[in-house]
Structure formats: structure tokens, C-alpha cells
């Protein structure tokens, strides 16, 4: 098992930023890669990004890229979610995961759920 707990979401202002932290315990970190999910209110739970579990590699959603960035600290056991130039439609509930599937990006191949932290973006 492993137990993920998210924290840093909140309320910003659209152009602002947000930085996401994701703390797992339990079975060994390192071993999984891990994802950033958002879930908006009636809709489905769509990918945001995912990191390997080394670090060298890091992927997106087109509708984030080159304004987040994910990171991983394998000491800390912990993932980031850095959120600049944020925007309305940004607004969700943020879910970390974990996975033993390489570069997966559906809900499906990610075994492991932290609870989901909201951030809700004003215009």
C-alpha cells in the first residue's frame, strides 16, 4: 500500500501561482512514477502531469504545458505541482497518484489515490 496525502491547494486570482505537495508513505516511493490528476465539478478526471520515477522524465497535458511543472523529491517522498499563470478553468480538485506504468496517463493505470486538495482560480 502506498498512502498519499496532497495539501497546498487553495484560492488564488487568475494570473497567479500555486505549488502542490504530495506526501507518501508505505511501500517504497521510488519504486513508482507518480501523476498529477484534476477533476472538475461534473466532469471527468482528466490527466494534468506525470514524472518518472528517476526524475528524467516529465510529461503534460497540452493545456498545462509551460505553465506547471512537476517535480519529485525521492528523499522526502514526495511530489510537486508547480502552478504558474493560472487560470479559471484551472479550477478543480487536484489528485496525486501512483503507478507502475511507464508515462501512463489514464485514471486506470494508476493504482494508488491521495484524497485531492481543491484550488479554485478567480477571474
Known amino acids: 500500500q502506498v498512502q498519499l496525502v496532497e495539501s497546498g491547494g487553495g484560492l488564488v486570482q487568475a494570473g497567479g501561482s500555486l505549488r502542490l505537495s504530495c506526501a507518501a508513505s508505505g511501500r517504497t516511493f521510488s519504486n513508482y512514477a507518480m501523476g498529477w490528476f484534476h477533476q472538475a465539478p461534473g466532469k471527468e478526471r482528466e490527466f494534468v502531469a506525470g514524472?518518472?520515477?528517476?526524475?528524467?522524465?516529465?510529461y503534460y497535458a497540452d493545456s498545462v504545458k509551460g505553465r506547471f511543472t512537476i517535480s519529485r523529491d525521492n528523499v522526502k517522498n514526495t511530489v510537486y505541482l508547480q502552478m504558474n499563470s493560472l487560470k479559471p478553468e484551472d479550477t478543480a480538485v487536484y489528485y496525486c497518484?501512483?503507478?507502475?506504468?511507464?508515462?501512463?496517463?489514464?485514471?486506470?493505470?494508476?493504482?494508488?489515490w491521495g484524497q485531492g486538495t481543491q484550488v479554485t482560480v478567480s477571474s
Open positions: 497518484a501512483a503507478t507502475t506504468v511507464l508515462r501512463a496517463t489514464l485514471p486506470q493505470n494508476y493504482r494508488y
Open positions: 514524472i518518472n520515477r528517476s526524475s528524467d522524465s516529465t
